[in-house]
């Protein structure tokens, strides 16, 4: 699959939703959202959305982001902790493709 994504993205999180980008998802459209980390380091959020064509939204993410972030989504929408990359994202991630 292609990514043909900005380098930056911006991402704005209103009491209505995150925009992403020109996309907006209001928060009635996401069904949880996980923290993905290697080792002690957070490196990816994860929104799993209820689109049919879309399932998940990945977004790099740091410790102070996530920290941040652990604050202000609850109020809006449930982690789902127990989700992690499978084996072909790894292995994706570690050749840097």
Same mark, same amino acid.
Do not use: C, G, H, Q
């Given at each position: 699959?292609e990514n043909?994504? #900005?380098?930056i993205?911006n *991402?704005t999180?209103?009491?209505?939703g995150? !925009?992403i980008?020109?996309?907006?998802? %209001? ?5 949880s959202?996980?923290f993905?980390? #290697?080792?002690?380091?957070a *490196? ?5 959305l209820? !689109?049919?064509w879309i399932k998940n939204i %990945?977004?790099?993410?740091?410790n ?5 972030l652990k604050?202000?989504?609850p109020?809006?929408?449930e982690?789902?902790p127990?989700v992690d ?7 994706i991630?570690m050749l840097k493709?």
């Open positions: 699959m043909n994504s #900005e380098d993205v *991402v999180i209103t009491e209505l995150i !925009n980008a020109n996309s907006f998802y %209001d928060f009635s459209r996401i069904n959202y996980t993905i980390y #290697e080792w002690p380091n *490196v990816l959020l994860r929104l799993n209820e !689109n049919k %990945d977004l790099k993410v740091d102070n982001i996530v920290a941040d604050n202000i989504l109020n809006f929408i982690e789902n127990k990359m499978t084996f072909s994202e790894k292995l991630r493709l």
